[in-house]
């Protein structure tokens, strides 16, 4: 959907074939939510994710609708471990002005009720840069903006082959 979005918005004439009703649940998009964080150890994930979620912010907006909602994340690792996958992420934050807190066992269970029994071997990073995205209705809000630049769309439609000559023919089914 957000392909043809964005050919759309590029003046694309754009046709949209889905092959079951939009928001099915045979998909990797359906359900309740997804992550989101800037959590990663290389910068080409945080890019796609700065990128994202500003469209996600102004989908939600145009449609009134929440599909987003950040709720901070919290990476936990073993304190005796070699930290090679906290000093990845921490080289991350700081080389992209995330800002981030180091914390330990203690400061994880004062700081959050449910992690109370944390083990005294556990340190943690948090982060508020991260969160859920409300995927069914996120589905539905990215159709209903598709619709609304011109996409025509259609559901229930499989598509069997393209052939391209002098037009387009398919065999849609």
Not at 39 to 46: I, L, N, T
Not at 96 to 125: C, M
Not at 129 to 157: K, M, P
Request: proline share 1%; hydrophobic share 40%; charged share 25%.
């Amino acid at each position: 959907v957000w392909a043809a979005i964005n050919a759309r918005e590029r003046g694309a004439s754009v046709v949209l074939l889905e092959q079951f009703e939009r928001n099915h649940a045979r998909g990797s998009s359906h359900g309740d939510g997804r992550i989101w964080r800037k959590a990663y150890d290389e910068d080409v994930y945080v890019d796609m994710m700065e990128q994202s979620l500003d469209r996600w912010h102004a989908l939600g907006d145009a449609d009134n609708e929440k599909v987003i909602e950040q709720t901070g994340l919290v990476a936990f690792d073993e304190a005796s471990s070699d930290g090679s996958v906290f000093g990845g992420l921490t080289a991350l934050f700081e080389r992209r002005g995330v800002p981030y807190s180091k914390l330990t066992a203690h400061e994880v269970r004062a700081r959050f009720a449910q992690w109370d029994r944390v083990p005294d071997n556990i340190r943690a990073l948090h982060i508020d840069d991260a969160g859920c995205i409300f995927a069914g209705r996120a589905q539905l809000a990215a159709w209903a903006r598709a619709e609304s630049l011109g996409v025509e769309t259609a559901e229930n439609t499989a598509l069997d082959a393209v052939e391209f000559s002098s037009g387009v023919q398919d065999s849609s089914t």
